[in-house]
C-alpha cells in the first residue's frame, strides 16, 4: 500500500512539474499544476477502483486512468487560466 502511494505521488508530481517546464511560469503555476495533478491522478485512480477498470495497472495502483485523470485535470485547469477577465 505505501509503495503504491509513493509512486502515485512521485509519478503525479513528475508530470505537474514537467507541464510547468514545458509551457513555463511563475511559482503560483507550478503549484497550481501540481495541485491539479495531484487531485487529478488519484481522482483517476480511485474512480477505476469504483468503476472495476484495470486499464494498465501496476500492483495496487490503476496506473493508466490515474495518468489519464492527471493529464486531463492538468490540461482543464491550463485551460480554464488562461481566461483574461476584462475591466471598465
Not at 501540481?34 to 483517476?44: D, E, K, R
Not at 485523470?69 to 487560466?81: A, H, M, N, T, V
Request: proline letters at 1%; charged letters at 10%.
Amino acid at each position: 500500500m505505501i509503495p503504491a502511494i509513493l509512486l502515485g505521488v512521485i509519478l503525479s508530481t513528475l508530470y505537474g512539474a514537467a507541464f510547468h517546464l514545458w509551457r513555463g511560469g511563475n511559482l503560483g503555476r507550478l503549484i497550481l499544476y501540481l495541485a491539479l495533478s495531484w487531485v487529478g491522478f488519484w481522482t483517476g485512480h480511485f474512480m477505476a477502483g469504483y468503476f472495476g477498470w484495470t486499464f494498465d495497472s501496476l500492483g495496487q495502483l490503476h496506473l493508466g486512468t490515474a495518468t489519464f485523470g492527471s493529464f486531463l485535470f492538468i490540461g482543464i485547469g491550463y485551460w480554464l487560466s488562461l481566461v483574461r477577465v476584462e475591466k471598465k
